[in-house]
């Protein structure tokens, strides 16, 4: 009987923890909701790119005394949910946000998918959408439809296009072939990138001499390493996740695949592939970059790792803060919690953010890493749109 | 040449995800969805080991073994009991212990994003290529094949040749017949459980060698060794293991010969094909 009792109780919470974790704090607050994954497959990058810049950019305004408003300044009071990876738990978080929770703002989700299914929700109850990891060939549309949301990290094609741009620059240098040994992960993102970019490398003169998808979660890449090995290609590409993106570099690495361009998408910008890898990665490309040298850059790197125990990323760490930031100033310029206010506020200013100065033309960004490259232990971006300082871009140079 | 051993090592892969599943749904009776936690939880330890210690990864096996067991002892004592005790049949403890897994399977992933975050984790150990018969395999796949031949080994010893593990197989045939020739039931149901548990953890440190893993993927592997167990009939360790050789090998054949894109329907029509001509698996019993 007291076993049981005591097993209830332990449920009952752990269900009750799991809903909600946001600090009640008494008085005038700017109640700000966010909801992404905790859980899930794409938990493991949400951990990574996005948790942190929301929990370091709401420590870093409540430190200053929260945001400035015409009547005081008030802090922020965040409350997170969990969308357990799954658009239907997100769409019901995110409803609640709005009808129950009742907050001023909403972070955008992470994910494009999350973007585009959350959309309707946060342009019914007038929320601003500074979306940052959606990335998708229909944004004219999307902005069209959506008054409220903006995009900073550009489409799929200027994606797959930055990577046929930096390979082409690699072998007009005269320092590379044309054969591409193209593979992607069997998921929405990868297939879209693979059917985006077939057409342009073939444009710009590229042979695809390999070209082939594999599942989600393949416990065995060998046999995709091996067959990309054997049609001797000069530069591989992956449009990959996560998992795989360390799966197809562990087997490059064993199989010593002797190409002069290697660019696996999602994770290469991550702190833990470098960690892991080391040396081995020097001149692996991957999907985004920063220029680290500057000291809005530094500062943002800095405070990042001290106040919330993790590195930034490669990427879209910086994305997001940046796009805290524009809310940020958003709802200071305007000076209150009017979200029609402070979304015609971004569509009409630039913002000055650790990535120099945005601003939104037709409620997109023109100003992001689109290639980065591992050198010397730092991933740098090489490409970019509107973005300065590219780091020149090297060949690689075997695994060892 | 290289499709065999490729898919052999890789049967060995399938063969320690699936080991642990045979016994808890062969022996103990438990459909334990959150086997593919307790994998990750095991990989966990060896990460740990290996990145904060520099201990070997294989080496965790000697404290990962006895904690997972220790673990699954109690799992079933406290959380599975109960169930046991009031299930009137099989068929009713089965539904029973699949809804309560389930759940259990969620509760760990929680426990461990709140103990170790939500990251991706990986390392390279013995991540080089060794040259075999003019083929490159990874050193790490090679010795947890290795690890697996011999914890499978001498897990068929100790079922086939020793008498705790003849009552093992006894109560897996039958549990009332068992119950009748004078074994404790209950008690050989826990040791198979926790066993099971036990081993899953075991292949996760060995596996986590050459597999980049987090938090929530478990379910992935549940699925993977609930296929493989369905196939090669439950609670016989041969099935497994044969069932395991067989997916590897059919999933390399396919992904170098066809398409790799088809590895996952290439399995799963096995699977089908399997159970449409002998719905017991390959080495189960016919259900009268």
């Not at chain 1, 995110?94 to 299914?117: E, S």
């Not at chain 1, 059917?195 to 060998?222: C, H, M, N």
Request: hydrophobic fraction near 50%.
């Amino acid at each position: 009987m007291k076993r049981r009792t005591a097993l209830k109780l332990a449920a009952a919470s752990l269900v009750a923890g799991s809903l909600a974790i946001g600090t009640a704090q008494a008085g005038d607050t700017v109640k700000i909701g966010a909801v992404a994954p905790k859980t899930g497959p794409l938990a493991g990058g949400s951990t990574v790119t996005h948790w942190p810049n929301i929990h370091l950019w709401v420590h870093e305004v409540n430190a200053r005394g929260g945001l400035k408003l015409k009547d005081g300044r008030k802090k922020i009071e965040l409350i997170e949910y969990d969308d357990q990876t799954n658009p239907g738990v997100h769409i019901k978080a995110a409803q609640r946000l709005a009808t129950q929770d009742k907050v001023d703002f909403i972070v955008a989700p992470y994910g494009t998918g999350f973007n585009l299914a959350s959309a309707p929700i946060y342009a019914k109850h007038g929320y601003p959408q500074i979306a940052v990891s959606a990335i998708s060939d229909k944004i004219p549309e999307l902005t069209k439809r959506y008054p409220g949301i903006f995009f900073t990290l550009g489409s799929t094609t200027s994606f797959a296009s930055a990577v046929s741009d930096i390979l082409t620059k690699m072998r007009a240098d005269g320092k590379m072939g044309s054969k591409i040994a193209m593979v992607n992960v069997a998921d929405a993102f990868g297939i879209e990138l693979a059917e985006t970019a077939r057409p342009i490398f073939k444009k710009a003169g590229f042979e695809i001499v390999y070209d082939k998808s594999y599942p989600l979660g393949t416990q065995d890449l060998s046999p995709i390493m091996k067959g990309a090995k054997a049609s001797k290609p000069d530069a591989f590409v992956a449009w990959s996740y996560p998992p795989d993106t360390f799966g197809l570099t562990k087997q490059a690495i064993t199989q010593n695949l002797d190409v002069k361009a290697f660019y696996t998408a999602v994770a290469t910008c991550f702190p833990a592939y470098g960690k892991v890898f080391g040396k081995s990665i020097e001149g692996n490309l991957g999907a985004g970059g920063v220029d680290p040298t500057t000291p809005a850059m530094k500062a943002y790197r800095k405070a990042h790792m001290e106040v919330t125990g993790k590195p930034a990323d490669g990427w879209a760490s910086a994305n997001t803060y940046v796009s805290l930031q524009v809310l940020e100033q958003a709802i200071e310029g305007v000076g209150s919690v009017d979200r029609k206010a402070v979304t015609q506020y971004i569509k009409d200013n630039t913002f000055k953010t650790i990535m120099g100065d945005i601003d939104f033309v037709d409620q997109v960004s023109h100003r992001f890493w689109t290639v980065g490259q591992w050198q010397g232990g730092e991933f740098y971006g090489v490409a970019s749109k509107g973005m300065p300082n590219a780091k020149p871009v090297i060949l690689k140079k075997g695994w060892k | 040449m290289d499709i065999l051993i490729t898919g052999i090592l890789l049967g060995g892969t399938y063969a320690l995800i699936a080991m642990g599943l045979n016994l808890q749904y062969g022996v103990a009776r438990i459909m334990n969805l959150a086997n593919g936690e307790m994998l990750v939880a095991g990989a966990f330890a060896a990460f740990w080991t290996y990145t904060a210690g520099q201990v070997s990864p294989i080496l965790s096996i000697l404290f990962v073994a006895p904690l997972a067991f220790a673990a699954n002892w109690i799992i079933y004592r406290i959380i599975l009991m109960p169930l046991i005790k009031r299930a009137k049949n099989q068929g009713q403890l089965e539904v029973d212990s699949i809804l309560a897994t389930f759940g259990m399977g969620f509760a760990f992933v929680g426990i461990m994003v709140a103990t170790f975050g939500a990251d991706y984790f990986s390392y390279d150990y013995l991540g080089d290529g060794i040259l075999i018969i003019g083929n490159t395999f990874a050193l790490s796949r090679i010795v947890a094949f290795a690890a697996a031949v011999v914890i499978c080994g001498l897990l068929y010893l100790w079922l086939f040749w020793s008498r705790p593990g003849t009552a093992v197989r006894a109560v897996a045939v039958n549990p009332q017949a068992a119950g009748l020739v004078g074994i404790n039931v209950r008690r050989v149901s826990a040791l198979a459980f926790a066993l099971g548990g036990s081993l899953t953890a075991v292949g996760g440190g060995l596996i986590s060698t050459f597999l980049t893993l987090d938090a929530s993927i478990g379910v992935l592997f549940t699925m993977k060794a609930l296929i493989i167990v369905i196939m090669g009939g439950v609670g016989d360790v041969r099935g497994v293991i044969v069932a395991a050789l067989i997916l590897g090998l059919a999933e390399t054949a396919v992904a170098t010969l066809i398409d790799p894109g088809l590895t996952l329907a290439a399995a799963y029509l096995i699977f089908i094909l399997v159970l449409l001509f002998r719905p017991q698996g390959l080495f189960g019993k016919p259900t009268s």
